[in-house]
């Protein structure tokens, strides 16, 4: 099995996204014997913004600046990781209501017409439905259903729309949330530990 383990955190090692994604991988890891683990940081190595240049050269343009070329390498190599890996594991900071600018150019790489979905004759269909996907996202406050803050989450509702449109059905959540409420800190993040350790087998 081919796991992809990707953290967004630009905290480093202060960061509970990156605590947790990797408490989960070591948990796929102990549950699936044999997993073929690859690493990629967003913050340490980012990619670059979505740019005309790309999106003209996935319609077929040959580019030309060597920058370009460079990118569009970038791109085919985080596309073609994601669409190898069975378990893909991400850490998922929210950030000034949403996420990472840093996975949001991830996603611009991934989410490619004719490769994770089509259009089809009774509109779009995703093509990455075979994936068990385990986002790892990590709050301050409170956004849950209910609470008075719950409009201004933009994160996980993301996320979730992101790859239901690609397809994946098989989608798990491991949520740390009032990490900014004094004294809960700690709480928190050993109950969302304890969530990893109930997450599906892959």
């Known amino acids: 099995m081919k796991l992809l383990h990707l953290d967004s955190s630009i905290l480093s090692g202060n960061s509970t996204s990156r605590q947790l994604t990797a408490a989960i991988v070591g948990e796929v ?9 690859t690493y990629r940081d967003l913050s340490a190595q980012p990619l670059s913004h979505l740019s005309g240049e790309l999106f003209a050269a996935r319609q077929g ?3 030309e600046s060597p920058e370009t070329q460079k990118d569009v390498a970038a791109s085919e190599a985080v596309l073609e990781e994601f669409l190898a890996a069975d378990t893909v594991v991400i850490g998922a900071p929210m950030y000034n209501f949403g996420i990472s600018t ?3 150019a991830w996603i611009d790489r991934i989410a490619v017409a004719g490769k994770t979905f089509r259009y089809g004759p009774n509109g779009p269909e995703g093509l990455a439905g075979n994936k ?38 098989n989608l798990e959540i491991v949520l740390a949330e009032g990490l900014a409420i004094p004294d809960q800190r700690e709480k928190v993040i050993q109950g969302a530990l304890k969530a990893v350790t109930e997450l599906r087998a892959a």
């Open 29 to 37: 890891v102990k549950k699936t014997p044999g997993v073929d683990v």
């Open 61 to 63: 343009t040959v580019p």
């Open 132 to 169: 068990h996907v385990i986002i790892a996202i990590s709050r301050g406050g409170l956004y849950g259903a209910g609470t008075p803050a719950a409009g201004l989450e933009h994160a996980e509702s993301y996320l979730r729309a992101v790859f239901s449109f690609l397809g994946v059905t």
């Open 102 to 104: 840093q996975l949001k």
